[in-house]
């Protein structure tokens, strides 16, 4: 196969199919596939035990490398670490830790052992933590010293949990069920025997919010890898000698589909810089570390066009070959922003926690249109479908659902525990994204909004009912309703709606008193930006909490008929 820069995409796609991944992996159909054993042993058998797979560095300046041997032998170590304390294939050991190393290859060893990798945010508070460790059953949780206090609170509430593993531990006591485990000063294991996982194996477990109930947990298989491998390669065109960097944490599908799978399947080396947004650091470790391929998000993009393009001219960013962006709808003004300042434009990549792999894209070599999303990556069926019909909608520029024939590799195989949840996402034999968009005459998508009520604040997704149910803790709280509300950097930030319960006045203590306990509770992106205290909700003549209203008076966009639905 050519360079994904020179494939001809009707070309690509009239030919495509998926063994052209399995071909390049060398799986056969029927055969083991291990995601853990592709991204490290695999790698070395191909002669690149010494290629450097992961440099990392931190906010002050701490630095750790690895090799593919090293990933090999440390995932070996920490699969025989997870095998050792009992752990079964299939289930769940979580992922609770910052963006350190461990967090990367612990993921490698889980899923050797054949066991489900469940990686959650860091910046989780109890609360958040306890919905997804519950739902999902956990058996066991990585974490760091800084945050086991978060699992302490809830722990006997998961009697499912046996372990709670401390990568950091240190001389610190440890409390009931909390073991120590050091991967760097651990005796590494050479031979571990991978546990034979086959294509329809479960893998990773990612949770992600919808509108209604509590966030679902998107099922993935160990086969997905042939979709992240070969979407890596043609759409974030990663070569031999790339240094890449996607900045993504694990706990969202990118830091891993794209922050773990895509690259390592690859054999690309990829950096990690675990820390915040800062425009300076960043485009330091970028001129230090010669990234050539970055993959980010159109809020981080949105900072880095506030600070200008002068601090972009103090640094050598020369090393810079292709950007990908991925999350929200990448404005127009971002892509000639970043081909004006780095000389290069950001290709937006679509997709979601449930696709597992990109499907609508801007390819290197096709023209950009700035604004849209580009086309279905070849492999992948998409259209729009009439909003009420359900039928694709034969028409360029008229909105409809963004769908997708099911059955590509890495598409979820379930939500956890919530079969009518899943069958749900399913019309007249297509998968509906939740999103709507438009098509124009040359194929290209073009965003227009997702079709619930789900909040994208910086490119993650809040589902209202989580903070809902958070607020209505509150002892002050009778009704609530989160909703979207515009804001310049992360497009949307969380807005509640609160009536209080009798004896309690609306004040700024009060509210601020609210947001923290969310803060605290869910985690800093769930936290309500602003909380109105309202007399009423909207509601439906059945009772039910209407958001499209207050959501369209927060964007002063017209609410529509609604004479059907709700009380006058
Ligand atoms: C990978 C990921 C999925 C939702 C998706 C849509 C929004 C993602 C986008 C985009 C406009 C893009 N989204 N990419 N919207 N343009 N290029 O983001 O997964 O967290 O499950 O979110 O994000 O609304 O449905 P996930």
């Known amino acids: 196969m050519p360079r994904a820069s020179c494939l001809n995409y009707e070309e690509v796609t009239a030919n495509f199919t998926w063994s052209i991944a399995e071909k390049e992996l060398h799986y056969k159909p029927g055969e083991p596939i291990n995601i853990g054993w592709m991204c490290s042993d695999r790698i070395c058998q191909m002669g690149n035990e010494r290629k ?68 959650l945010f860091s910046a989780f508070g109890d609360e958040s933590l306890l919905v997804r460790l519950k739902d999902a059953g956990t058996a066991a949780i990585f974490t760091q010293k800084k945050h086991v206090h978060k699992i302490r609170k809830i722990r006997d509430q998961l009697p499912d949990l046996r372990h709670i593993i401390v990568v950091d531990a240190g001389d610190s006591p440890l409390q009931e069920r909390e073991i120590a485990f050091h991967m760097d000063e651990a005796r590494r294991v050479e031979d571990f025997v991978v546990f034979p996982t086959f294509a329809e194996s479960p893998s990773v477990l990612h949770y992600t919010s919808g509108t209604t109930g509590q966030p679902k947990g998107a099922q993935h298989v160990h086969y997905s890898i042939i979709s992240q491998y070969l979407t890596s390669k043609w759409v974030l065109d990663l070569q031999p000698n790339d240094i890449y960097w996607c900045n993504a944490d694990p706990g969202w599908v990118t830091g891993t589909s794209y922050g773990i799978i895509g690259p390592w399947s690859n054999g690309a080396t990829q950096v990690v810089l675990d820390s915040g947004f800062n425009a300076e650091s960043w485009y330091h470790f970028i001129e230090k570390q010669r990234v050539t391929v970055w993959y980010s998000a159109p809020t981080a993009i949105r900072l880095l066009m506030k600070e200008g393009k002068e601090i972009v001219r103090r640094h050598d960013l020369s090393s810079l070959r292709h950007l990908a962006s991925v999350g929200e709808p990448l404005n127009p003004e971002a892509v000639i922003w970043s081909q004006e300042a780095y000389g290069r434009p950001f290709h937006d990549t679509f997709w979601q926690t449930e696709t597992g792999c990109i499907v609508i894209t801007n390819l290197p070599g096709m023209p950009i249109k700035a604004g849209s999303m580009g086309k279905p ?172 209203v207050l959501r369209c008076k927060e964007f002063h966009e017209p609410v529509g008929d609604l004479s059907t639905i709700m009380d006058d």
């Open 377 to 548: 990556f070849p492999g992948i069926t998409a259209t729009v479908l009439d909003l009420t019909t359900f039928e694709p909608i034969n028409q360029t520029g008229i909105a409809g659902l963004i769908a997708l024939r099911p059955g590509w590799p890495s598409q979820i195989r379930g939500y956890w525990n919530n079969e009518a949840g899943f069958n749900a996402k399913f019309k007249n034999g297509w998968y509906l994204c939740g999103d709507r968009a438009s098509i124009d005459a040359d194929g290209y998508y073009w965003f227009m909004g997702r079709d619930d009520d789900v909040i994208n604040t910086g490119g993650h997704l809040v589902g209202p009912f989580e903070i809902e149910s958070a607020l209505l803790e509150h002892p002050a709280v009778h009704e609530s309703a989160a909703v979207a509300k515009p804001d310049p950097v992360n497009m949307e930030v969380v807005k509640a709606f609160v009536t209080l319960k009798p004896g309690y006045t609306p004040s700024d203590e009060l509210e601020l008193e609210i947001m923290n306990r969310i803060r605290k509770k869910l985690s800093p992106l769930a936290m309500p930006q602003e909380i109105e205290f309202v007399d009423s909700l909207p509601k439906t003549r059945s009772g039910k909490i209407v958001r499209r």
């Open 52 to 119: 450097l797979a992961l440099i990392w560095e931190n906010f002050q300046g701490e630095h750790r490398q690895y090799t593919f041997d090293d990933l090999r032998l440390l995932s070996n170590t920490i699969a025989q670490f997870v095998c050792d304390l009992g752990i079964k294939p299939r289930e769940r050991v979580c992922l609770f830790m910052d963006r350190i190393p461990e967090l990367y290859i612990g993921f490698l060893g889980i899923l050797k052992t054949g066991a489900v990798a469940q990686p």
